[in-house]
């Protein structure tokens, strides 16, 4: 049974940062592409950054620069370090994970809140 069990959330300042973590149990994430995707209320899911079994890593406009996705193989962790966080931020965040021999699978984690407010 896959499990994708997201932490680290919460409510920070503007300009702050957070460090999100996402334990994955059930597959061996070195064989898949990580990702972390937010969704704000009223809005469709988004991805905000992603990496490779090959450590590539992509980032949407938005976040490049202050969000960076980095993964841990033999803990088996995925993580997202968010500095410069904004208003608009604040979503839930999910982990995903996406298997390399087949793209039309994902596994999603409940997701984690980030608030960012004054």
């Known amino acids: 049974q896959v499990q994708l069990v997201e932490s680290g959330g919460g409510l920070v300042q503007p300009g702050g940062s957070l460090r999100l973590s996402c334990a994955a149990s059930g597959i061996k994430i070195r064989m898949y592409r990580m990702g972390w995707y937010r969704q704000a209320p009223g809005k469709q899911r988004e991805m905000v950054a992603a990496i490779t079994s090959g450590d590539s890593t992509n980032y949407d406009g938005s976040v490049k620069g202050r969000f960076t996705i980095s993964k841990d193989n033999a803990k088996n962790a995925v993580h997202l370090q968010m500095n410069s966080l904004k208003p608009d931020d604040t979503a839930v965040y999910y982990c995903?994970?996406?298997?390399?021999?087949?793209?039309?699978?994902?596994?999603w984690g409940q997701g984690t809140q980030v608030t960012v407010s004054s």
């Open positions: 995903n994970a996406r298997p390399n021999w087949d793209i039309s699978v994902n596994y």
